[in-house]
């Protein structure tokens, strides 16, 4: 024991004296765990947030009878109650307010099954209240709320999502100005025996099972996937310094491995004492790591819930939660690192014989063969990325092809540097010049692993702006196409719209109706829109694909477009039809792109949605109008007739909106390209850390024919800026190739739009220009180091002591 | 069942008052009125087939059936079929914000097993409600629906349906009497301070039809009695509970009589003897004497399941025996109600409501 204790301060002694490397080691380790599981409590409280809705009104629990054609008449409830079948009626709508869209609930809680009553309305005065028109929300939505935009009391609810409200179905039905409709029936677990079959009192409804997975988390699963993938090249990327931290001390504890050996310690014993210290590590930055990724994901989680809000329409909870599953998991993946970075070294001492030479050499000098072995290993994964892109369907042979992919490329690189420098040798003039080329070659072996993760980490930084940037360009173009008129009005009942159209006739340039439905289209809860024939859609609609006459076709109601998400899901063209509500097999005659939006959507020309979904609310409406006259036009709307603020916006304010959304979408990818750079970085500082002090034998016959060390010292900035700068240089190919990854199999899968790509040569020197800077920020302190060693530092090289 | 009741007992305590023991009496009915609900007044003037129907501005309302029948296996059964109105204000509306609610419950009852099912629903929506004109009072698939003929009285002739999980039933029930109305000519005193409900009955009924149980359907015959009854709040604050009876004397005269427990022990009954053509006659506080005889436990009390019931005035010395001491009805509110037989003085069957018991 008394040995085992000895031995394990001595080892431990190691880190007081350098506590540079100590802190290193434990910084990479926390930086790696920390965006890891980072990006896993977000994924997890995105994760509840949809668990929470799904189960809201026990839709995970409960059969549901829902109608294809969307809501439907209470008469059919009644119907089917009066028949004998316990079912409950829900009313599920949307309604936007200046917060933004809020999903309203509408229920019975007199009928409602157990499994869906989300409220506890057991005391008399709550059920009382909440049947007289008490609507509960999430607190942060009441707060919201409660500052004006909504008439009616208001009860904070912690067991409701983040953006739903929670009211009887009677009031449901007026907020959502859908009166005698409901969207569907809960089914009770048990029902009475010898009821008539449902399809004889009620043909129209189809029965369908509970809900383990909403529709949001399926749509949401590519975001997360996304994310996760972030985190896992950023553990990577940090795993890279522990990896040459701890390779570093193993390489300055060489004589005291050999000197304790010597002593009598087992190699049993010695690796044993190792692997304790790497566990005491993982643990300690285990933990660090985890407080950081709880306050990187608590930084982040806003932005993304806005994100998913935006984009999927799906809530999320912005506070986060701590939960023991990712406790643990963090933990597990803290150790599971750095045993994996430990590795090597603990597999080197286990093979080291007693009285070895205890003599420092550049660790990890890899031998012609071992290069070799290396770059065939890139190319296998190379061809292997290519056939899993050209072979493989949806997202994950994606991120498998991109994994692969950036991979290969990494491990390619030090053959790629190795024969630029070979390359630049030839131009090297003079014995330091030549030295200086053929000592960079002769270092690249230490450096490869810290500009591998460089390369990696640039590729994903120009892969994710290009990705970024394009997007940006297509949906600001696309937006001015498709919000091209001036102001955008919705009326609160029929009434009130018949009133606004006659008011508005002798104001505007054309009154441009947007009615929708709410169906399904091909299995999925979609749209279907009604638009007038008018130049507005003629001359702007973003159509990717057309037939002939399409917009005549469109207005005569013999054909309809499709949004370009349902086209790829489900392979239609124009030429094809698709099944809308009420059994019509419309001709698809063109497919218009429709970013941001996540569920299907039908167009159809306005007589024909009116001739077949008459009763449909005709609610709102497209203004044009001089551009100049549309706010005083918003003003008057409100003091002339009356309308509340909320029910009208202008373009320009829509636009900055749907800017805002989309700038939010990426602020998180942005985030972790930033961290994952600074990794990067730290990685080139360990290892150059860990090569200066090995390379004083190398350096000192220099010193000793004349060089200063101050040259010395300016030689090893120079060859890091060198190093950086080829690595972006060959980082920026790779880089392209995840760019067009992203959008052309990524993206398709995970939002099912394709967009151009367009690229942003800028960007590239800046990142060029960072990368260099990074590299030489992580040369300085190695260098100053040289230029202030003592010379007798340098003349104990040749002294024969060591 | 079991679980369904519990649930939607959370979500409408309100209609249980679940404190059947406090003092706030039970169902809710010696709750403190709100304001707004109209108020029994003696002497009322019945106007049929209107009153048949669904009173609104009043606080709660049934419509009662309870029927003891004998199956063509030799068997003794009974059921019951109930619709309560509840308001949670004085209106009523043709929509959801329509303030009623209503509440089902149906009750079959054999020597050995007791079967039970209950269903609420909103008012406004055609979930429930009673019409007059053709008379239909009706909660899901449940009904009571008249037959009788136009110049007849809406309730002397009826079908009567109800289902449950496990059991159902349909009933053709043919009234050879005319209405009773109880206490003072329908208004009913509970308290002596003077609480007080509209009541009125059907006592004449008889039954057939077929009852669906587990093991196969059952041809019945029987009679029944409905009651009906509306207030704004019948009982007092230190009243408890109640035990309700309604008894078909073999010699062709029925009797209601009720006693209202009182937590002070200064309980309150009341009663009426109805001979065979109808005439009722109203039996003053104290006329009607009932004491326990057995006591049962079921659903962790103990409930008296066989009483000695006394009528001095009229002769009545008898004792009540229940088909079967576990009818329970395990509802929101959960009370005991299920066919008795009568024996003493007076033989015939009946049928017994026993509430507020822990």
Same mark, same amino acid.
């Given at each position: ?92 709508? =949307? ?585 990067? /970085? ?48 060959? /980082? ?71 | ?21 406090? /003092? ?84 079959? =009852? ?236 007076? =033989? ?11």
């Amino acid at each position: 024991m008394s040995v085992f204790l000895t031995s394990l301060v001595a080892l431990l002694s190691f880190w007081r004296r350098h506590p540079g490397q100590f802190l290193t080691l434990l910084g990479g380790l926390t930086l790696a765990t920390a965006l890891w599981s980072g990006v896993q409590a977000i994924n997890a409280e995105a994760r509840a947030s949809y668990a929470e809705a799904a189960s809201a009104l026990g839709q995970d629990e409960l059969d549901r009878l829902i109608s294809p054609d969307g809501p439907f008449a209470e008469d059919i409830y009644i119907a089917l109650r009066r028949a004998g079948w316990a079912v409950s009626p829900v009313l599920e709508g =949307t309604i936007t307010r200046d917060s933004g869209v809020i999903r309203v609930l509408g229920i019975d809680p007199i009928t409602a099954p157990p499994a869906a009553q989300t409220i506890d309305l057991s005391a008399t005065e709550d059920l009382r209240a909440f049947l007289s028109g008490r609507v509960y929300g999430a607190p942060e939505l009441v707060a919201t709320l409660s500052e004006g935009g909504f008439d009616a009391p208001l009860t904070a609810s912690a067991n409701l999502a983040s953006n739903t409200l929670l009211m009887d179905i009677g009031l449901a039905q007026q907020v959502l100005d859908q009166r005698g409709l409901i969207s569907h029936l809960l089914l009770w677990p048990s029902q009475h025996k010898g009821l008539p079959p449902i399809a004889e009192i009620a043909p129209m409804l189809d029965r369908v099972g509970p809900d383990t997975r909403s529709d949001v988390a399926s749509l949401t699963n590519s975001f997360h996937l996304n994310l996760t993938a972030f985190g896992l090249l950023s553990f990577a990327v940090g795993l890279f310094i522990v990896h040459s931290a701890i390779g570093l001390a193993f390489e300055q504890r060489r004589t005291l491995f050999r000197t304790l050996r010597a002593l009598g310690v087992s190699a049993r014993v010695l690796v044993g004492l190792l692997v304790a210290e790497t566990l005491l590590f993982a643990l300690l930055a285990g933990v660090l790591g985890m407080i950081a990724g709880f306050f990187i994901a608590a930084l982040l989680l806003p932005d993304v819930a806005a994100t998913l809000q935006g984009l999927y329409g799906a809530a999320v909870d912005d506070t986060l939660t701590l939960r023991p599953s990712w406790w643990i998991g963090g933990l597990a993946i803290a150790i599971l690192g750095a045993a994996a970075a430990a590795a090597q070294s603990l597999w080197r001492l286990w093979r080291l014989p007693i009285l070895a030479p205890a003599q420092p050499r550049a660790w990890a000098r890899a031998s012609e063969a071992a290069l070799r072995r290396q770059t065939a290993l890139a190319f296998a994964l190379i061809i292997a990325a290519v056939s899993v892109g050209f072979l493989g369907d949806g997202l994950l042979s994606g991120f498998a092809m991109l994994g692969f992919g950036l991979v290969g490329a990494a491990l390619l690189l030090p053959v790629v540097l190795s024969a630029l420098l070979r390359l630049g040798a030839r131009f090297a003039s003079g014995p330091v010049s030549e030295w200086f080329w053929a000592d960079t070659r002769q270092q690249l072996p230490g450096l490869s692993l810290a500009l591998m993760a460089l390369l990696l980490a640039l590729a994903a930084n120009i892969g994710v702006s290009t990705m970024v940037g394009s997007f940006r360009l297509t949906f600001t173009g696309w937006l001015d196409q498709r919000l091209a008129s001036e102001v955008y009005v919705t009326a609160r009942s029929e009434a009130e719209a018949e009133a606004l159209r006659e008011w508005l006739e002798p104001r505007v340039d054309a009154i441009l109706p947007i009615w929708n439905l709410e169906a399904r289209l091909a299995g999925q809860p979609g749209e279907v829109y009604g638009v007038a024939d008018h130049p507005t859609y003629r001359d702007n609609w973003p159509l990717l694909t057309a037939a002939p006459d399409v917009w005549d076709r469109v207005a005569a109601g013999t054909g309809v477009l499709i949004n370009e998400q349902l086209s790829r899901r489900e392979g239609l063209f124009p030429g094809d039809t698709i099944r809308l509500p009420r059994q019509w097999d419309a001709p698809i005659v063109g497919v218009y792109s429709d970013y941001g939006n996540p569920e299907p959507q039908a167009m159809v020309g306005l007589s024909a949605f009116q001739a077949r979904y008459p009763e449909t609310p005709r609610l709102r409406y497209a203004l044009r109008i001089d551009p100049r006259l549309a706010s005083g036009l918003m003003e008057e709307l409100q003091t002339d007739f009356g309308l509340p603020a909320d029910t009208m916006i202008d373009q320009a304010s829509i636009k900055s909106i749907s800017l805002q959304i989309f700038e939010r979408t990426f602020t998180v990818t942005g985030a972790l390209n930033v961290l994952t750079l600074s990794v990067a /970085a730290i990685a080139i500082l360990t290892s150059l850390l860990t090569l200066a002090r090995m390379r004083l034998p190398q350096l000192a016959p220099l010193w000793a024919l004349g060089l200063t060390r101050k040259r010395l010292a300016w030689f090893e900035v120079l060859r890091a800026a060198l190093l950086g700068a080829l690595t972006a240089l060959a /980082a920026l190919p790779v880089g392209l190739l995840l760019a067009w990854a992203l959008l052309a199999v990524i993206n398709v899968d995970a939002f099912g739009w394709r967009l151009p790509m367009h690229v942003f040569p800028a960007d590239w020197l800046v990142l060029g220009l960072l990368a260099i800077l990074a590299a030489l920020v992580a040369a300085a302190w190695p260098a100053r180091w040289l230029s202030t060693r003592a010379p007798s530092d340098l003349l104990r090289i040749f002294a024969n002591e060591r | 069942m079991k679980d369904r009741t519990v649930a939607v007992a959370a979500a409408l305590a309100w209609f249980s008052m679940a404190d059947l023991g406090s /003092a706030q009496g039970f169902a809710g009915l010696g709750e403190t009125v709100e304001d707004g609900f109209t108020q029994p007044v003696p002497n009322p003037e019945f106007s049929f087939p209107a009153d048949h129907g669904a009173h609104p501005s009043y606080r709660i309302e049934w419509w009662y059936l309870t029927s003891n029948l004998t199956g063509s296996d030799g068997k003794d059964y009974g059921i019951q079929w109930t619709l309560f109105r509840s308001a949670l204000a004085p209106t009523q509306t043709d929509d959801w914000s329509s303030p009623q609610i209503w509440m089902g419950h149906a009750g079959l =009852t054999t020597p050995d097993q007791h079967f039970v099912s209950e269903t609420l629903a909103r008012d406004g929506v055609g979930q429930a409600g009673v019409t007059t004109e053709p008379f239909l009072a009706f909660i899901d698939d449940w009904e009571m629906r008249s037959t009788a003929s136009q110049d007849a009285d809406a309730l002397s002739a009826l079908t009567l349906t109800a289902r449950g999980e496990d059991f159902s039933y349909a009933l053709e029930l043919q009234a050879d009497g005319p209405l009773v109305f109880q206490g003072d000519r329908g208004y009913s005193i509970k308290s002596e301070s003077g609480q007080a409900s509209y009541y009125y009955s059907q006592p004449f009924y008889t039954v057939s039809g077929t009852l669906t149980l587990p093991d196969g359907d059952v041809e019945v015959t029987g009679s029944a009695w409905l009651d009906r009854e509306w207030s704004s709040q019948p009982l007092e604050d230190d009243q408890t509970g109640w035990d309700w009876f309604s008894l078909h004397l073999d010699t062709d005269e029925r009797v209601m009589g009720f006693r209202l427990r009182s937590a002070t022990g200064n309980d309150f009954t009341a009663a009426t003897w109805i001979a065979p053509g109808g005439l009722a006659t109203a039996l003053p506080n104290g006329a009607f004497q009932i004491t326990p005889l057995t006591t049962t436990e079921v659903a962790g009390r103990g409930v008296p399941t066989a009483w000695r019931v006394q009528i001095p005035s009229r002769g009545l010395d008898i004792q009540t025996t229940a088909l079967n001491p576990r009818s329970w009805m395990e509802t929101l509110f959960p009370y005991w109600e299920g066919p008795i037989r009568l024996s003493g003085s007076h =033989t015939g069957r009946g049928y017994l409501e026993m509430t507020g018991y822990e």
